[in-house]
C-alpha cells in the first residue's frame, strides 16, 4: 500500500468557457481515477474532473505513475493522493465515482473493485475483450443499483441532441434508413511505437478501428433513432497492409428494431483528420450531421408547409470537446442532480452489436441480437 500527498497547483489547465468551476456546487462528490501505462484520454479526464463542480475531490492510482504529473498539473487543488494499488484507494477515499481507463484486459478486475467498493463506473471503451464480462459487470452495477458506463461522450453534442430530438419528434416520420462512417487517420498505424500500445493489439484490444472509434457511430445511430439493432453482417480487413492483428477498416450492415437498414464505414484512411457523418432518412424527409464541419446538422422535412433544407449555425456549437460535458453530466448524476447520459445497458448495447459484426466477419453469417 502506498499514498503520496501532492502539492496544490493554482492555475493548471485551461478552461471551457461555458464549464468554468464557479461557485462549489450544493452537493459534491469524490471521484477515483483508475490508470496505469497507456491509459487513455486523461488530459481530457483530469480536466475534465477539475472543471465540474460537483467534484469535490478526486484520487489516482496508476502503479506504473505515468499519469501523475500530469494528474497534479491538470486537478490542481482537487488533487487529494496518489495510490499504486487500487484497493488501498478505494477504502481510503471511498469514492463515488471511479473513472476506468485501462485497456480491455485490465478493464473488467478493476471495474469489478470499483463496484464492490459502491462506485459507479465511468470506463474507457472497449473496457473487456469478450461481451460476456462486460454483460457480467452491468448485472453486479445494476445489483448494487449502480451504474457501468461506457464513455460515450458523443451523446452529449449539441449537435447530436439536436438531431435526436428532431428525429424523435418525428421532423423525418418514420425512420426508413442511416448510413454512418467514421473515418481517421492511416499515418498513425505506420508509427512503429503505435504498433505496440494497447490499441493496436487484439488480445488487449478486442479489435481494431471498429471497436475503438466505430463504436461511437455505431452508439449514435442508435441513440438518435431510438432503434436497437437487432441483426448485423459485416467484413473487417487490415487494407492498409501494416503489421497489425487488428482490422484498419470494417464495414457494417444492420437491421433495426423496426425493420429499417443502416450501414456503418469504420476505417483508417486519411492521411490526418477525421471524416465523419450520420444520416437518417424517414417517411417524411431526412436528417445528417457532419462533425468537424461548419455545417454540422442539416435536415429536410415534407411535413413542413414549405418544405426546405435546414442547416445548424455551426457559431451556435460550443467550443472545447465533449468530454468535459459529458464527465459533469455523469458527475451530476452520481450526485443525484440529474440523469446519467447513458446507462449500462445501452453501453452493453453497442458492444453486443461489435462483437456480433466480428463475429459475422469470422463466420460469414448474419448474426442476431
Same mark, same amino acid.
Given at each position: ?7 496544490? !497547483? ?10 468554468? $468551476? ?11 481515477? +483508475? ?16 472543471? %465540474? ?15 501523475? $504529473? ?38 473488467? $478486475? ?50 447530436? !441532441? ?19 462512417? +467514421? +473515418? ?26 471498429? +471497436? ?51 450501414? !456503418?464505414? /469504420? ?33 429536410? /422535412?415534407?411535413? *413542413? ?8 449555425? /455551426? ?5 472545447? *470537446? ?8 455523469? %458527475? ?6 440529474? $440523469?446519467?447520459?447513458?446507462?449500462? *445497458? ?24
Amino acid at each position: 500500500m502506498q499514498r503520496r500527498e501532492f502539492a496544490k !497547483l493554482a492555475g493548471a489547465g485551461i478552461a471551457l468557457p461555458a464549464l468554468s $468551476p464557479g461557485a462549489p456546487a450544493s452537493k459534491s462528490i469524490k471521484a477515483a481515477v +483508475i490508470t496505469g501505462a497507456g491509459g487513455v484520454h486523461l488530459s481530457s479526464y483530469f480536466e475534465s474532473l477539475r472543471l %465540474a463542480e460537483v467534484v469535490a475531490a478526486v484520487a489516482v492510482c496508476d502503479p506504473s505513475g505515468q499519469s501523475l $504529473p500530469l494528474a497534479r498539473k491538470l486537478l490542481a487543488g482537487k488533487l487529494t493522493a496518489g495510490y499504486q494499488d487500487r484497493q488501498a484507494m478505494l477504502r481510503q477515499e471511498k469514492p463515488e465515482l471511479a473513472l476506468v481507463s485501462l485497456d480491455g484486459v485490465e478493464s473488467p $478486475p478493476a471495474i469489478d473493485a470499483a463496484l464492490e467498493a459502491g462506485c459507479h463506473v465511468l470506463a474507457e471503451k472497449p473496457a473487456c475483450v469478450r461481451l460476456e464480462e462486460f454483460e457480467r459487470l452491468n448485472r453486479k452495477a445494476q445489483s448494487r443499483h449502480r451504474q457501468l458506463l461506457l464513455a460515450l461522450a458523443n451523446r452529449v453534442d449539441p449537435v447530436i !441532441l439536436e438531431a435526436r430530438r428532431l428525429v424523435r419528434e418525428g421532423k423525418i416520420g418514420t425512420v426508413y434508413g442511416v448510413e454512418a462512417h +467514421i +473515418i481517421a487517420d492511416q499515418t498513425r498505424l505506420k508509427d512503429p511505437g503505435y504498433r505496440n500500445v494497447w490499441r493496436a493489439l487484439k488480445a488487449r484490444a478486442g479489435g481494431g478501428h471498429l +471497436i475503438w472509434l466505430g463504436i461511437h457511430w455505431l452508439d449514435l445511430a442508435m441513440y438518435v433513432t431510438g432503434l436497437p439493432v437487432r441483426a448485423v453482417t459485416g467484413f473487417t480487413a487490415n487494407v492498409g497492409g501494416q503489421p497489425l492483428d487488428v482490422e484498419d477498416s470494417a464495414v457494417v450492415a444492420m437491421r433495426f428494431e423496426n425493420g429499417s437498414l443502416g450501414t !456503418l464505414t /469504420s476505417g483508417y484512411y486519411l492521411d490526418k483528420g477525421y471524416h465523419s457523418h450520420l444520416k437518417i432518412w424517414g417517411s417524411q424527409g431526412w436528417l445528417q450531421v457532419h462533425k468537424y464541419t461548419n455545417v454540422p446538422l442539416e435536415w429536410y /422535412s415534407t411535413a *413542413d408547409p414549405n418544405p426546405q433544407v435546414y442547416r445548424w449555425d /455551426s457559431t451556435r456549437k460550443p467550443p472545447g *470537446d465533449v468530454y468535459s460535458p459529458f464527465v459533469r453530466a455523469v %458527475a451530476r448524476a452520481c450526485a443525484g442532480l440529474e $440523469p446519467f447520459p447513458l446507462n449500462g *445497458d445501452e453501453s452493453a448495447r453497442v458492444l453486443k452489436a461489435i462483437f456480433a459484426c466480428y463475429r459475422a466477419a469470422e463466420t460469414g453469417q448474419t448474426q442476431s441480437i
